[in-house]
């Protein structure tokens, strides 16, 4: 395996993703997600946790659902974590508010969901979703709390980005946004696990132009250069090698060293097949964001 990629994968192996549940609070006209039932317990992810620090130094969790803020323990669990050392990343829509419940701001770093103005963002979240999620942002900015915007680009709303920033910066001050363009039918259609399309009329993919564009120009997810897996617990108890994997590495009940050299094994196999590229690698080679290779 690549020296710059091996490199890259011992700093992955610092940062898990944990997605406790599929339910949410919204239904966004371009969800892809199945809100399928399973949801993990607190002490699941506190264990499995444990368990991974004994074999790996571990320094970020990232968690995301659905919507983790609907989950009775999450405060207590963020918490628990903050208090071992870790940073903790929330991907969240920002529209429940349990802040006051979490003692450590300053080892949470909030990731809320806006995809453009407010006319547009309550079109796909719904009516008045935009406010709350801006009161969120705010909120958490006065309580200490690291701020980030996550938005979906489509045909529609990739025009409206540059007024977006400049709206955003008023209300809220100075704050990162990352730009994930929306999936590709491809994806959508050829999922093997979720083939959910959503809305298409006004959420329209965005053009080649426009996501040449959108990476020569912003900070966009998933990066160019890929190298965006990581262990990954889902709320099946399956292990994944990246945040939306299609082909478990393992379940919740393996080895850690058993999870990293599966992972390790499926970056070897990308670096074998793609070895004209000079990218991070893919823990899915088959199945790149829905691009079949």
Same mark, same amino acid.
């Given at each position: 395996?690549?020296t710059?990629? @091996?490199?890259?994968l !011992?700093?992955?192996?610092?940062?898990l993703?944990v997605?406790?549940?599929?339910?949410?609070?919204l239904?966004?006209? =371009?969800c892809?997600?199945?809100?399928? #039932? &399973?949801?993990?317990?607190?002490?699941?992810?506190?264990?499995?946790?444990?368990k991974? @620090?004994?074999?790996? #130094?571990?320094?970020i =969790?990232?968690?995301?659902?659905g919507e983790?803020?609907?989950?009775?323990? *999450?405060p207590?669990?963020i918490?628990?974590?903050?208090?071992?050392?870790?940073?903790?990343?929330?991907i969240?829509?920002g529209?429940?508010?349990h /802040? +006051?419940? /979490?003692?450590n &701001?300053?080892?949470v770093? /909030?990731?809320? !969901?806006?995809d453009? &103005?407010?006319?547009?963002?309550?079109?796909?979240?719904?009516?008045?979703t *935009? @406010?709350?999620s801006?009161?969120?942002?705010n909120?958490?900015?006065?309580?200490?709390?690291?701020t980030?915007? *996550?938005?979906?680009?489509t +045909?529609?709303?990739?025009?409206m980005i540059?007024? *977006?920033e400049k709206?955003?910066?008023?209300i809220?001050?100075?704050?990162q946004?990352?730009?994930h363009p929306?999936k590709p039918?491809t994806?959508?259609?050829?999922h093997?696990? #979720?083939?959910?399309?959503?809305r298409?009329e006004n959420?329209n993919?965005?053009?080649?132009?426009?996501l040449t +564009?959108?990476?020569?120009?912003k900070?966009?997810? &998933?990066?160019k250069?890929?190298?965006?897996y990581?262990?990954a617990l889902m !709320?099946d108890?399956?292990?994944?090698?990246?945040?939306?994997?299609? /082909?478990?590495?393992g379940?919740i009940?393996? #080895?850690?060293?058993?999870l990293?050299?599966?992972?390790t094994?499926?970056l070897?196999?990308w670096?074998k097949?793609n070895?004209?590229l000079s990218c991070?690698?893919c !823990?899915?080679?088959?199945?790149?964001?829905?691009?079949?290779?």
């Open positions: 395996m690549k710059h990629i @091996q490199n890259h !011992s700093q992955v192996l610092q940062h993703y997605n406790p549940l599929e339910r949410c609070n239904r966004c006209k =371009i892809y997600t199945r809100k399928t #039932s &399973p949801i993990l317990t607190e002490l699941e992810i506190v264990d499995f946790v444990n991974y @620090q004994k074999t790996q #130094s571990l320094k =969790i990232t968690f995301c659902g983790v803020f609907t989950l009775k323990y *999450f207590a669990l918490n628990y974590l903050t208090d071992l050392g870790l940073f903790i990343q929330i969240t829509n529209t429940i508010d /802040l +006051k419940d /979490l003692k &701001p300053n080892a770093n /909030l990731i809320v !969901s806006i453009g &103005p407010e006319s547009y963002h309550d079109q796909n979240r719904g009516e008045g *935009f @406010q709350k801006i009161a969120f942002l909120h958490a900015k006065k309580m200490g709390f690291h980030e915007i *996550f938005s979906i680009v +045909k529609q709303n990739f025009e540059n007024d *977006f709206y955003i910066n008023n809220v001050g100075n704050i946004i990352t730009y929306r039918l994806y959508l259609t050829q093997p696990i #979720s083939n959910i399309v959503g298409t959420f993919y965005p053009t080649e132009q426009q +564009k959108l990476y020569q120009t900070t966009v997810f &998933p990066p250069n890929l190298g965006c990581q262990i !709320s108890g399956k292990i994944y090698g990246c945040c939306e994997g299609t /082909l478990p590495i379940t009940k393996d #080895s850690i060293p058993k990293i050299d599966r992972l094994q499926r070897k196999n670096d097949n070895a004209k991070l690698g !823990s899915q080679p088959d199945f790149v964001c829905g691009l079949k290779l």
